[in-house]
């Protein structure tokens, strides 16, 4: 347990590079999908300026404390993943945080910053931002089921529910992920991930179109930029548990930026090709496909 | 001393010297009516002392000089004096009751009543069979008189039918008598046991003839509409006297000549007995009348005494003292309800409501009600107690299971009426009248329950021990209810804390105990606290609430299974009338009454299978129990799950929790169901791991723990009701313990005290502050309320950080119980429940959001613009509870280290510290580090928000951009209503109320049945007596047939 | 016509039941059980020469003071029941003028009923008969004396009077038996006299002449009041 | 003999039970329990009959003697007893048949069911 | 000699039992009831109880008889 201030340091330049390398995967997926679309697409440093004219906005709304925190609540989601992740197999400096805790706590964890966010959202009073909450929430008590199920199969596979040990059980090359060695807890972890990242079909929760406002409109300025901010920490950092528990974690940043852009690539790619489900659509799926792959994930391993 | 013999002479003197009164001095005459009832009941009174405190030798009393069998003769004994005891103070009292009936009849009637007396005195005493015919002929005529007090109608209906059954019974009896006499030689009762002449054909039958009139005359089921006519009809006060003299006589009788054919008869007086019990308690199921009601009450009593008689020869040496106990409650509590009957007058169970203008007598109501279950601490529950140990001894598991049933079905009619009473409108028609002669018999009565049933507690193995003083702290509450709530509260925080400071002196080394007492004692002091915000006297509520807070104290402090068992029900009791103290909780009163009842049966069961497997009577028992060890097991768990509200036993939770007051509710929810985890964690202590039933059990309950966590919480999902809400949520957090108990591991045991110790925590938060907020702004729906952050920031506060726990994010101590839970899962192999369970966790964000979202958050109502913040009376016990939050989820270790070591000694350990951090052989979690890491962090991010920040803008409430126009009426702006419908439509059908829809159709099974079979009963009095032909031509055909 | 049936099969039960105590009755030969010792020693311990008034006053005393008692409840209810209901409208028949024949023997033979039905209770330890049947023999001619007179009010003032305290004297030779012999009801209270003469057997003919009285007093009571009533005048 | 007055006893008690529970009149009825109870007296006091002896009246104290030449005077004290409770609840049972007509005018048992179930 | 008595005793009051019961005027089954009380108390006779012959024929057939018929008046009377 190490609480230094150089530990402190190390996981701080961690973040830095999370977050940059956050940003422009999703500038680079927004350009592929403008590129399938045959749109031109926007630059890639696109994120940045956004994020800089957020940060820089004056005018600034709040509804409340709730509504103030819930940014805050939400950012420290996204970090605290981070934070409990050890990112880079087998370095010191990059473990982060992860001696506080197991798999388990990253699982829960997650919950943290989407409380968070409901909340706020929940006090800007606005009428959609119940309607997009409740629908995230139901659909992600299901996306959640496949994952839980992958999970436990994993437990079973390596006996461990600690991160850097299943990743050093990957350890050995390419066919020892558990890609591999575990297909299907694989298969159903990658499409809970689908509905995790909440790109098509499963982003009636966000509904881009039907609900234009909501909490984005309502959050703006420095809120949203704090939100962008956590959007790009959470998406590389989910993406690097995946990762860690699918494809035998990264050993170096090259290796971890290439494997979750792959990662999050999949997500995007489906979301090309499927239209968006209802919610009690999605809910069912969940329920149905990725949890019985999951069960007998479980099942091969008694 | 005076002979008994002058009970007889004087009473029939008195009677004929009544007859030379003229009949306009009737003044005179009910004076020296009392003076006779006065003087017999002095006579059996002064025998009984003698034998008890003199221990006086048996006195035979020969009328005319010769000795038995040449004359008749009488006995005073032990049994006789307490009877003829009983009788004659019921006779008195009767008497005083009626006083003004007798007068306006004139001074016949009272010569009736005097007669009637003396001849149940007779018929006790007399140990000559022809003249218990005579004397039996002469309580039939009398009754069949009495009846006529009552000035309806009807009265001379059911007197002819008394008179034409009697008249069938005593010739038939007749019969017996001669023809016993033929073969034995003799009247006496005692040569007659003697002679054995059931080896004679025609002296068997004799003794059917003589058995079926003896049985006859106590009215089986279903051969006695006649009797059960003579109840309805007559005035209470008369009815009264035949529930509880009559029905003593006659037992008596059948007591005495039990010998008369030996074992071979027993088991028919069990069978009728049993089929009597059942058989009137299901028809009591169907009236309406009181006084039908408490006939077929009567009778069914009547038929359980019977079966202990018939079951006297396994029984034993306890056979006195079980049927005394029961006869005794029998005895007093029918007396004072028909009596209460006869003061209330109404004609339906409904007009009961207004015993509440008179809350005493409300309270004497309750009292006979309780006795007559056998609730402790009442002499049927020792009773019925002793009764099911020694069945269970002698592995009669039907006949248990028959008296279990029966008295199940009886609580059924009992508390609807004793629920009518409390929660209906006070009938505005019904005048009670206060007259002392009505009054002080009931009084006299209810006193004899209580005072009868601390005698009797010794007699019972284990008995000696009950720990009255938190029940005299109860009754001294009783005396104390006019005081203002604010001295009461002050008196009972201080009774409590006091208590339990000497407690844990007692509880050293048993790190257990402590923590429940600190939950149930702690949690009283905390939950009381809110009581502070009351005014007025609340009348009635302190004593309900510490009889709840004493029977959880006595469940710790027991050392055996009948204190264990006694204090279960006191609680039981207590919090009964806590819950339906609630605005419409009637019904649910009445549901959760009749589940713990349902369940304390179950556990009765089980304590005696323990019991008989080593004749222990600790608790200790329970660890090596023999005898259909899987069953006993099963039904101990199902006893306890019915507290907890598992699953399929749960119905009752959502109603009782949700109406009940809103100081009410986190004692019955974050207390009260902590008492069913208590006795599942002991159970499972001493059951074990390795017994194969016990393992297969364990599985199950698993499994149930499961399901009913996924129910319990997807329940709450749906629901508007905040109160509800959280009540659905216990169910969850219930399932989630029962769940990690039945896991058998340390670790699981671990995470079962974090769930309790969290649950705990949070749900009296929630309930506290949500209560208070309910009953603030007058609605429990949550779509109605909104925006309430502005108004009660500080209630806000403590709901987020509950939500928090139950959700069990990290920092927070719920996070704890999660992560030992999925350690515990995985190590077991529990796999597919820990995922259903896991599924079920994420449900409860769904409800966890709706409920901090519908009431705080969102658009404030027009009606709630001046609402203030909740009492700080509720407020300080929730933050207290936060800052126990606050503690546990930062130095989790501290905690539990030390429940791990204990459990240590009953499991493998599972689970390491090294400093703060836990390892298990999956993982490690370091609970202290997370909140340092988390708080760090996020003071970190929210400095970098507000450096961030510019100059903030507050806006006004309805400033959203909505649709380009900005809302006006909040109603349109606060989504709260359903909202998780699309969620519904795809899971809806796991909510699909199958529990509910099983539990009602076994109910109305159940009253179908009873109203089938009542069509018997079709008032025509030749039918009725058919039927007594029918009972005997069967009776014969079976006992005798072959013959 | 089921329920006929069905009464036809009980009754077809119960004779079978019947059948089996017929079967199994042999008629006694010889005197036995309680029989035997009343015979050898009844008229000796009672002096009485009717062994069964021996029975029926002093050995089972207490079952005739029931007895008296269940007549004396039947005349009590009888008396209230009817009395219940006063007001009620009871249409009579216009009263029959009874014949003077009848009148006047009843003067005659009134008189001599009851000196029977003394005769019958005082020699009831020597006799056949005793109380209930002199009682009942009273009360007959008490029937007479109606029948001879339909309007005529029993007074109901004597009638209680004699039944009252013939009840109480019963009682109270009862407790003297307890005082001066052995128990309650015990006739040896006074000495047993010599066997077979009229002032013999002890308290016996006292105790019967008191039940008789009682007797005739309650049927003569329960018979005045269904009477009584039945002649009620519609006012 | 005696056989055939038990048998004729027995008899009525049956005919008496016919009558209580077939007849519809209330007095027919009552009717029924005279004869029941006739019955059971019969029953009973055949019961003590010793055969050929004389009934229980002696005229010398001699114990020898008496015990051979009487019948059983238990159970005809027995029924002297019970024919006198007899017609008390006869009485009694006649009266409240009195007070059943006066209040419904008939004395048809199927119309006294004012209490039921 | 005794025998036949006894069988024609038997017979009448059988007789007299079903006549009380199943005939259609009541005072004629009163009668009949009184019929089958003294018959009784003849049998009692032959049983060799005289006392209770003696009680059987003026309470059973004598007394009760006439209540029967006071009572059977009294319903006339109410009838009319």
Request: hydrophobic content about 55%.
């Amino acid at each position: 347990m190490d609480y230094s201030i150089t530990k402190f340091l190390w996981t701080l330049l961690g973040l830095f590079i999370v977050l940059n390398w956050g940003m422009l995967m999703s500038s680079t997926m927004r350009r592929i999908g403008a590129r399938v679309s045959g749109r031109f697409g926007i630059p890639w440093y696109q994120p940045w300026i956004d994020l800089t004219k957020l940060y820089s906005l004056k005018s600034q709304v709040s509804h409340g404390a709730m509504f103030f925190l819930g940014p805050v609540f939400r950012l420290m989601g996204g970090v605290g993943i981070f934070l409990f992740l050890p990112i880079i197999y087998g370095s010191d400096h990059w473990s982060n945080y992860s001696f506080s805790g197991d798999l388990i706590l990253i699982l829960y964890f997650q919950f943290f910053g989407m409380l968070g966010m409901a909340l706020g959202a929940g006090e800007g009073g606005h009428p959609h931002s119940a309607i997009g909450i409740s629908r995230g929430l139901s659909q992600f008590t299901t996306i959640e089921v496949p994952m839980t199920l992958a999970v436990i199969s994993l437990a079973i596979q390596y006996q461990t529910l600690s991160i850097s040990d299943i990743v050093a059980a990957q350890q050995g090359g390419f066919t020892t992920w558990t890609l591999w060695t575990n297909p299907l807890a694989t298969a159903a972890g990658m499409l809970s991930l689908l509905g995790a990242f909440g790109h098509s079909p499963f982003n009636l929760v966000k509904a881009p179109n039907e609900i234009p406002i909501g909490p984005p409109t309502e959050y703006h300025g420095v809120f949203l930029g704090v939100l962008r901010t956590n959007g790009a920490i959470l998406h590389v950092a989910e993406a690097a548990l995946f990762m860690n528990l699918f494809f035998g974690g990264a050993t170096n940043w090259v290796e971890l930026i290439v494997k979750t852009f792959l990662i999050y690539f999949w997500s995007v790619f489906v979301g090309t090709v499927f239209p968006r489900f209802r919610i009690e659509q999605s809910v069912r799926w969940f329920l149905k496909v990725p949890t019985i792959i999951g069960i007998i994930a479980i099942i091969i391993f008694l | 001393m005076v002979a008994p013999i002058y009970i007889i002479a004087v009473a029939l003197g008195l009677a004929f010297l009544l007859g030379l009164l003229k009949s306009s001095s009737t003044n005179l005459g009910s004076l020296l009516m009392l003076a006779g009832l006065a003087f017999i009941a002095f006579v059996s009174g002064q025998w009984l002392y003698e034998f008890l405190i003199n221990g006086r030798a048996t006195e035979m009393i020969f009328t005319a000089g010769f000795k038995p069998p040449f004359s008749i003769n009488l006995r005073m004994g032990m049994q006789e004096a307490l009877l003829t005891t009983m009788i004659n103070a019921a006779g008195l009292l009767s008497g005083l009751y009626l006083i003004d009936t007798l007068k306006k009849t004139g001074i016949n009637s009272m010569t009736v009543l005097l007669v009637f007396v003396m001849s149940l005195n007779v018929i006790v005493m007399t140990r000559d069979i022809f003249n218990l015919f005579v004397f039996l002929e002469i309580s039939s005529i009398a009754t069949a008189g009495l009846v006529l007090l009552s000035s309806k109608g009807n009265a001379f209906q059911a007197g002819m039918k008394y008179l034409i059954a009697t008249g069938i019974i005593s010739g038939l009896f007749l019969i017996g008598i001669i023809f016993s006499y033929l073969y034995a030689g003799s009247l006496n009762i005692d040569e007659l046991n003697a002679a054995h002449i059931m080896d004679i054909k025609g002296g068997a039958i004799a003794i059917f003839i003589i058995y079926v009139s003896v049985i006859l005359e106590l009215k089986p089921f279903p051969a006695n509409g006649w009797g059960i006519d003579v109840y309805t009809a007559a005035k209470p006060g008369f009815s009264a006297l035949i529930s509880s003299g009559t029905a003593t006589a006659g037992l008596y009788v059948a007591y005495k000549l039990l010998p008369l054919g030996g074992e071979t008869w027993l088991p028919y007086f069990t069978i009728i007995g049993a089929i009597t019990f059942i058989g009137s308690n299901l028809m009591g199921t169907r009236q309406q009348n009181p006084n039908r009601l408490l006939g077929y009450s009567s009778i069914s009593q009547v038929g359980l005494l019977l079966m202990i008689l018939g079951l006297s020869n396994q029984l034993g040496d306890n056979t006195l003292f079980i049927a005394f106990s029961i006869l005794i409650s029998h005895y007093a509590a029918k007396a004072g309800l028909f009596w209460l009957s006869g003061i209330v007058k109404s004609q339906n169970l409904e007009g009961w409501a207004v015993l509440r203008k008179q809350p005493f007598m409300l309270f004497l109501f309750g009292t006979f009600i309780f006795a007559l279950i056998g609730f402790p601490p009442f002499p049927s529950f020792f009773g019925k107690w002793q009764l099911i140990m020694e069945l269970a001894t002698q592995e009669n598991y039907l006949w248990m299971t028959l008296i279990l049933t029966g008295s199940f079905i009886e609580a059924i009619y009992l508390f609807k009426w004793l629920g009518f009473a409390i929660k209906l409108d006070v009938p505005s028609n019904i005048v009670m009248k206060f007259e002392w002669n009505k009054y002080l018999p009931v009084y006299l009565m209810a006193l004899t329950l209580y005072v009868i049933g601390f005698y009797v507690s010794p007699m019972v193995e284990g008995g000696a021990f009950i720990n009255y003083i938190p029940l005299l702290f109860v009754l001294a509450l009783f005396a104390l209810d006019f005081l203002p709530v604010f001295v009461k509260n002050t008196i009972s925080i201080a009774g409590i804390i006091y208590y339990m400071v000497d407690l844990f002196s007692q509880l050293e080394n048993d790190l257990m105990r402590q923590i429940f007492a600190v939950i149930f004692l702690g949690g009283a002091v905390l939950t009381l606290m809110a009581g502070y915000n009351k005014k007025g006297t609340r009348a009635g509520f302190y004593p309900m609430a510490l009889m709840m807070f004493a029977g959880l104290t006595g469940i710790i402090e027991a050392n055996s299974m009948l204190e264990f068992f006694f204090s279960w029900e006191i609680m039981t009791a207590g919090s009964y009338f806590l819950i339906i103290r609630g605005k419409r909780s009637m019904p649910h009163g009445y549901s959760y009454m009749l589940f713990s009842i349902g369940g304390a049966y179950a556990l009765l069961f089980g304590f005696a299978l323990a019991y008989a497997s080593g004749l222990d009577t600790t608790i200790a028992a329970l660890g090596h129990i023999t005898q259909l060890t899987t069953l006993a097991y099963t039904l101990l768990a199902v006893g306890f799950m019915t507290k907890t509200a598992s699953l399929g036993l749960h119905i009752w939770l959502p109603g009782a929790h949700g109406e009940a007051e809103s100081d009410v509710s986190p004692m019955v929810s974050a207390i009260l169901l902590k008492a069913g985890v208590f006795g599942l964690m002991l159970l499972f202590l001493y059951m074990g791991t390795g017994t194969e039933g016990g393992d297969k059990l364990l599985y199950v309950l698993g499994w149930v723990g499961a399901l009913t966590t996924l129910v319990g919480n997807l329940g709450a999902v749906f629901q508007e009701d905040a109160k509800r809400l959280l009540a659905y949520s216990s169910i969850g957090q219930l399932g989630y313990i029962l769940f990690a108990v039945s896991i058998m591991t340390q670790l699981g045991w671990l995470a079962g005290f974090t769930y309790t110790i969290n649950h705990f925590m949070f749900k009296a938060i929630l309930f506290l502050v949500i209560g208070g907020i309910v009953v603030k702004l007058g609605t429990h729906n949550m779509y109605e309320m909104g925006g309430m952050i502005k108004k009660m920031p500080f209630s806000f506060i403590a709901v987020l950080i509950s939500i928090i726990v139950i959700g069990g994010i990290p920092p927070l101590s719920g996070f704890a119980g999660k992560w030992l839970f999925y350690h515990a899962i995985i190590q077991k192999g529990w796999y597919f429940q820990g995922a259903v369970i896991f599924f079920a966790g994420i449900i409860a964000f769904l409800y966890l959001f709706k409920l901090i979202h519908s009431v705080f958050l969102g658009q404030l109502k027009d009606n709630h613009r001046n609402m203030k913040e909740i009492s700080p009376w509720i407020l300080i016990p929730s933050y207290l509870l936060i800052i126990g939050i606050m503690i546990f989820s930062a130095f989790p270790q501290k905690i539990l280290q030390p429940i791990g070591e204990m459990l240590s000694v009953y499991f493998p350990e599972s689970l390491h510290w090294e400093g703060t951090k836990a390892y298990t052989s999956l993982g490690y979690w370091d609970g202290t580090t997370i909140m340092i890491v988390v708080m760090t962090a996020f003071i970190l991010l929210l400095g970098w928000l507000v450096l961030m920040s510019k100059k903030i803008k507050k806006v006004e409430q309805f400033n959203i951009v909505y649709a380009a126009e900005r809302p006006f009426r909040p109603e349109t702006t606060h989504v709260s209503y359903n909202i998780y419908a699309g969620y519904k439509k795809a899971v809806g059908f796991l909510v699909t109320p199958v529990v509910e829809i099983f539990w009602d159709s076994m109910s109305a099974l159940l009253f179908d049945f009873a109203g089938w079979l009542r069509r018997i009963y079709s008032g025509n009095m030749q039918n009725y007596a058919l039927h007594v032909v029918l009972f005997i031509v069967v009776f014969y055909l079976i006992a005798l047939g072959g013959l | 016509m089921i329920k006929k049936l069905l009464i036809v099969g009980l009754l077809t039960g119960l004779a079978f039941m019947f059948y089996g105590l017929l079967i199994s009755y042999n008629g006694n030969e010889t005197l036995t059980g309680l029989g035997s010792y009343y015979a050898q020693n009844g008229a000796r311990e009672v002096g009485a020469a009717n062994l069964v008034s021996a029975i029926v006053v002093t050995y089972r005393g207490l079952d005739t003071l029931g007895e008296v008692t269940i007549l004396f409840l039947a005349a009590a209810i009888i008396g209230f029941v009817l009395k219940l209901k006063k007001d009620e409208v009871v249409e009579a028949r216009p009263v029959r003028e009874t014949s003077e024949l009848l009148t006047s023997a009843s003067q005659v033979i009134v008189p001599v009923i009851f000196l029977v039905g003394v005769y019958i209770f005082i020699n009831g330890h020597l006799t056949p008969g005793g109380g209930f049947q002199g009682g009942a023999v009273i009360a007959s001619g008490v029937l007479l004396m109606l029948l001879a007179n339909p309007t005529m009010h029993i007074s109901h003032n004597i009638v209680a009077t004699i039944e009252s305290i013939s009840g109480i004297a019963f009682v109270a030779i009862g407790i003297l038996g307890i005082v001066l012999a052995g128990g309650f009801l015990d006739n040896r209270l006074l000495p047993l006299g010599e066997f077979g003469t009229l002032l013999s057997a002890g308290a016996i003919p006292l105790i019967y002449i008191f039940i008789g009285l009682k007797v005739g007093a309650e049927l003569s009571n329960i018979i005045g009041t269904i009477s009584y009533n039945q002649n009620e005048k519609p006012n | 003999m005696e056989y055939i007055i038990l048998i004729s006893g027995f008899l009525l008690v049956l005919i008496g039970l016919w009558g209580i529970l077939s007849q519809k009149n209330l007095i027919k009825i009552i009717l029924g329990f005279t004869v029941f109870n006739t019955g059971i007296n019969i029953v009973m006091v055949t019961v003590g009959y010793v055969k050929g002896k004389t009934a229980p009246i002696l005229d010398v104290i001699s114990p020898e003697e008496a015990l051979t030449s009487i019948v059983d005077p238990v159970p005809q004290a027995l029924v002297l007893t019970a024919i006198v409770i007899g017609l008390g609840v006869t009485a009694l049972m006649l009266v409240y048949a009195l007070k059943l007509y006066q209040d419904k005018k008939t004395l048809d048992i199927n119309n006294f069911k004012d209490l039921k179930w | 000699m005794f025998i036949a008595i006894a069988i024609i005793l038997a017979i009448v009051s059988i007789a007299g039992a079903i006549m009380a019961i199943h005939h259609k005027k009541l005072s004629v089954a009163i009668i009949a009831s009184g019929l089958v009380s003294l018959t009784a108390s003849v049998m009692f006779l032959l049983l060799a109880a005289p006392d209770v012959a003696l009680t059987e024929a003026s309470i059973g057939s004598g007394l009760t008889t006439i209540i029967f018929f006071y009572a059977l008046n009294k319903i006339r009377n109410n009838h009319d």
